[in-house]
């Protein structure tokens, strides 16, 4: 099994940067898509950003031009680079991977335990 852990959250002032890092653990054969969601109070958990395998990145329209994405291959490890923080960013957010299963041979989604982002002043 393929395990992912989060860090990086924590509190930060409006117009702050945090950088949050995702590493995968445990039988990793392949990891396809990476990415991060969140989750904010009393709302679905939505898309923030997501990377392939060969760097190909997508944001909600919400963080386009203040936050990245960005992957370490060799390292299994996702990033999110996070600039220009709103208070409205305020979330859990969760780390996401398609890793290749074994015993179905075929993709499953992985998710971390997440890691709290707060922009407070």
């Known amino acids: 099994q393929v395990q992912l852990v989060e860090s990086g959250g924590g509190l930060v002032q409006p117009g702050g940067s945090l950088r949050l890092s995702c590493a995968a653990s445990g039988s990793i054969y392949s990891i396809r898509n990476m990415g991060w969601y969140r989750q904010a109070p009393g709302k679905q958990r939505e898309l923030v950003a997501t990377?392939?395998?060969?760097?190909?990145?997508n944001y909600a329209d919400s963080v386009k031009g203040r936050f990245t994405i960005s992957r370490d291959n060799a390292k299994n490890t996702v990033y999110l680079q996070m600039n220009s923080l709103k208070p409205e960013d305020t979330a859990v957010y969760y780390c996401?991977?398609?890793?290749?299963?074994?015993?179905?041979?075929?993709?499953?989604?992985?998710w971390g335990q997440g890691t709290l982002v707060t922009v407070s002043s």
């Open positions: 990377t392939t395998s060969i760097g190909i990145t």
């Open positions: 996401n991977a398609e890793s290749f299963t074994v015993n179905i041979g075929g993709y499953l989604e992985v």
